[in-house]
T-cell receptor, first 113, second 114 residues
């Protein structure tokens, strides 16, 4: 079965620090997509970053970057220069070939002033 | 297995038809949600129910009607389907209705309207 695991239920860091959220997954597929979503209090889910498994280069979006290790099935999210607005729940998700999204349990990230 | 389960996984139908998507959670959660995922993978909340009562109703055409027979179920009924309704719909649940309550998602239902 395909699974996504986020082992950190909650994390907190000081503003301007760098934080890394971990995500591991299990699949037998060779090509797939991975996502990090952010959920602020509004409850909307905002796509932070996506990675295609066949691309070796790690995706980056401004202060957000991933460390994608395909062999280890690891997909961590690094947030640099963290800001108060980064406080949210973060979900890792895996998109299988059948277009089903498999979700991790989420990590609550708190940025302290 | 404890989970949020949606049925069907795929739904292909013609314009003008009426269809339903079912969602069930056995996590004992009080709150359930429906999200629509657009082409940019942005998940937009549509409805939220807390203990069978509607608490969030975003700007959604009234062709979409949620129904919660009990707190473990939240079904989505769509009347007069349109091409623009094609999307992936996600059901989710959380222990509480608060903003910090973690969400547990179903695997989605891919709706294709032809």
């Amino acid at each position: 079965a395909q699974t996504v695991t986020q082992s950190q239920p909650e994390m907190s860091v000081q503003e301007a620090e760098t934080v890394t959220l971990s995500c591991t997954y299990d699949t037998s597929e060779s090509n797939y997509y991975l996502f990090w979503y952010k959920q602020p209090p509004s409850r909307q889910m905002i796509l932070v970053i996506r990675q295609e498994a066949y691309k070796q280069q790690n995706a980056t979006e401004n202060r957000f970057s991933v460390n994608f290790q395909k062999a280890a099935k690891s997909f961590s999210l690094k947030i640099s220069d963290s800001q108060l607005g980064d406080t949210a729940m973060y979900f890792c998700a895996f998109l299988a070939l059948n277009y089903q999204l498999i979700w991790g349990a989420g990590t609550k990230l708190i940025i302290k002033p | 297995d404890t989970a949020v389960s949606q049925t069907p996984k795929y739904l292909v139908t013609q314009m003008g038809n009426d269809k339903s998507i079912k969602c069930e959670q056995n996590l004992g959660h009080d709150t359930m949600y429906w999200y629509k995922q657009d082409s940019k993978k942005f998940l937009k909340i549509m409805f939220s129910y807390n203990n069978k009562e509607l608490i969030i109703n975003e700007t959604v055409p009234n062709r979409f009607s949620p129904k919660s027979p009990d707190k473990a179920h939240l079904n989505l009924h769509i009347n007069s389907l349109e091409l623009g309704d094609s999307a992936v719909y996600f059901c989710a649940s959380s222990p509480l209705a608060g903003a910090n309550s973690p969400l547990h998602f179903g695997n989605g239902t891919r709706l294709t309207v032809t």
